[in-house]
């Protein structure tokens, strides 16, 4: 099917099949080997706590509605006050589909601290596996020192590029499980006037190591002229201060219309104002996913009340875009800067083996290797001072002998 019949489908519209999540498309965009061995994808979601993340995760990746759960430990809390972190989405996705790979303990949700948990499963649809990740960044925003908050966020990201690069020097290169982060939702909350400091230190701190895709949240407390006036000033400010954000590529000038024209619009609804539920809704006579209020229904999935499938159309249609920018730019930034501060590039012009996982820091292998080249080079002085006394002795030795 080519984008262009996947277009005249319905432009942003709800696929009719139940559980219809859209990455079964992801065919169109890459080689059918690739399809076989199924597709791995780690989405990052970071923003202030109660902006809806794990909210927005759950309407993005399923349509059933998944039990509201009693979190040990979080006492005095009812199920409804009680966060719907991501491991409750995995946990039902995981039931749905029958495929389990790991998801944390549920004690962990109710800390204050950041943290960082990654829930992974595998999802099937229509025979097209996706291998995806979400990670969820619980308590961001909440330390008084926010570069605490960025430092572990930071030192994940990293760490996922570190882990890639040892496999990738290793033997067994062709099962590389890639869990880099390949996209970033950014949640900007709706209440402000534009990005708060924290949210301009935070994006430049990781623009260049994940493509960053800024979100506004619960769009269904702002007017319409309200979220375009958030929407250009929040533009205005990226530009501002030099935030760099994932740009949709232009569509490919051989690309039918409808293809340019989605394209068009989706870069246009940049930043998404995006509405989520995980409550299905009795609307004009069928079951939605929506927010009601006693002025009516916010339906999630509909392209009038906010950007959802727009960002959703987003993530799946350039979910491939996504993983080559990673790898092309963010991965190679880190590879090449990595690299240099270990010594194993720059003078050579070739990459010398890693150190083990875990092993020492940059610097510390740095000193070790100037050590090592000192050693190496008093060992061929030495040398070369035995041979000369031994030549030396010959010659002394021959000396007497006439
Ligand atoms: P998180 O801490 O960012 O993961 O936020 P949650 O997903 O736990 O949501 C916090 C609260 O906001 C919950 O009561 C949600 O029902 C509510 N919420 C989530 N999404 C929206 C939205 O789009 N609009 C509104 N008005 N409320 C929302």
Not at 74 to 77: F, I
Not at 108 to 113: F, L, M, N, P, S
Not at 171 to 175: A, E, F, G, V
């Given at each position: 099917m080519s984008q262009g019949d996947r277009m005249k489908q319905g432009q942003f519209t709800n696929p009719e099949?139940?559980?219809?999540?859209?990455?079964?498309?992801l065919p169109n965009q890459v080689h059918r080997k690739s399809v076989k061995k199924g597709f791995e994808f780690t989405l990052m979601v970071v923003g202030?706590?109660?902006?809806g993340k794990s909210t927005l995760i759950n309407s993005l990746f399923l349509t059933d509605l998944y039990p509201e759960r009693i979190i040990p430990g979080?006492?005095?809390?009812t199920p409804a006050q009680t966060?719907?972190?991501?491991q409750a989405v995995a946990f039902v996705m995981l039931l749905s589909f029958m495929h389990s790979r790991s998801f944390h303990s549920q004690?962990?949700?109710?800390?204050?601290?950041v943290q960082i948990e990654a829930s992974t499963v595998e999802i099937e649809e229509r025979g097209v596996k996706l291998r995806l990740t979400v990670v969820d960044t619980p308590g961001?925003?909440?330390?008084?020192?926010s570069q605490d908050c960025f430092s572990t966020i930071i030192s994940y990201i990293d760490d996922q590029f570190e882990r890639y690069l040892h496999d990738e020097s290793g033997?067994?290169?062709?099962?590389i499980v890639d869990n880099r982060v390949h996209c970033c939702f950014y949640f900007i909350s709706?209440?402000?006037?534009?990005?708060k400091p924290l949210d301009v230190q935070f994006m430049k701190a990781i623009h260049n190591k994940v493509n960053v895709v800024p979100v506004i949240a619960k769009?269904?407390?702002?007017?319409l002229r309200e979220r375009e006036r958030l929407k250009r000033r929040i533009l205005d400010e990226i530009d501002e201060h030099g935030i760099k954000i994932y740009h949709l590529p232009d569509a490919e000038?051989?690309?039918d219309e409808d293809f340019k024209e989605q394209t068009r619009i989706l870069k246009a609804s940049i930043p998404f104002a995006v509405v989520g539920s995980n409550q299905q809704i009795e609307a004009k006579g069928k079951k939605v996913r929506g927010r009601l209020y006693p002025w009516g229904v916010v339906e999630v999935e509909n392209p009038e009340h906010n950007d959802f499938l727009k960002l959703r159309t987003m993530l799946i249609t350039h979910m491939q875009d996504l993983q080559e920018v990673t790898q092309d730019l963010h991965y190679e930034n880190f590879r090449s800067d990595r690299l240099k501060r270990s010594g194993?590039?720059?003078?050579?012009g070739y990459v010398l083996p890693l150190s083990p996982?875990?092993?020492?820091?940059p610097e510390e292998m740095d000193k070790d290797m100037i050590l090592q080249e000192k050693e190496a080079e008093l060992r061929r002085m030495q040398e070369m001072i035995a041979k000369m006394q031994a030549q030396m002795q010959k010659q002394g030795d021959g000396e007497g002998d006439v």
């Open positions: 099949t139940p559980g219809y999540v859209g990455f079964a498309n202030e706590s109660g902006l979080a006492a005095g809390r966060r719907t972190g991501l004690t962990e949700k109710i800390e204050r601290t961001y925003g909440d330390a008084i020192n033997l067994n290169r062709r099962h709706p209440l402000g006037h534009g990005l769009a269904d407390t702002l007017t000038s051989d690309e194993r590039l720059s003078s050579h996982a875990n092993g020492p820091e």
